[in-house]
């Protein structure tokens, strides 16, 4: 695999990777999701260079979990909106964040509680199956190529208990 070719990948791992696997885009999300809009409230918060920050918010314009949208015309300044393709990302992001919580937190305890607007309870992220609504573990799932697998490889196809078709 080239890193600079993931998101032509047949792996969903691989083309998400494209778009939010560097720290910079992971974090300008974190700041999205904590409503933060503007080029230098991003810069402020962060204490990205402007050429970093500038390229990382056009790759995530380029594939749409950004939007721009002027807020000022002179000089031209844009805020930087999720779109629904961004906030399909709050799963993950969540995720990554209750696994510091777990592992990465010192001994003042986590940086940040997150309360459900719904029910006002503090509440930990969990995944859970789509059908049953069980939650679900990494030990507790079996996984199957589907169709937009390529041929795979020996390792991914013991891996997945199919057999490689001879080429």
């Known amino acids: 695999m080239k890193w600079d070719a993931l998101e032509e990948e047949p792996c969903s791992l691989a083309r998400t990777v494209a778009v939010i ?12 999701f904590l ?36 807020y000022q015309e002179a000089p031209k300044r844009y805020e930087y909106i999720l779109t629904q393709k961004g906030l ?28 459900h607007k719904a029910c006002g309870h503090m509440f930990d992220p969990v995944m859970v199956c789509s059908e049953c609504g069980e939650p679900l573990s990494a030990k507790g799932v079996h996984v ?14 013991k891996a997945l208990g199919t057999k490689v078709k001879a080429g």
């Open 21 to 32: 696997g560097d720290r910079w885009s992971l974090l300008i999300l974190r700041e999205c």
């Open 35 to 70: 409503r933060i809009r503007r080029f230098d409230d991003f810069q402020a918060s962060l204490g990205i260079t402007r050429h970093l920050l500038a390229d990382r918010l056009k790759k995530l314009v380029r594939f749409g979990v950004l939007r721009k949208i002027p």
């Open 88 to 115: 399909d990302l709050y799963p993950i992001i969540m995720s990554i964040v209750h696994w510091g919580n777990i592992h990465m937190v010192d001994s003042r305890g986590r940086p940040m509680l997150h309360q």
């Open 144 to 157: 199957h190529p589907g169709p937009g697998a390529r041929r795979s490889s020996p390792v991914h196809a």
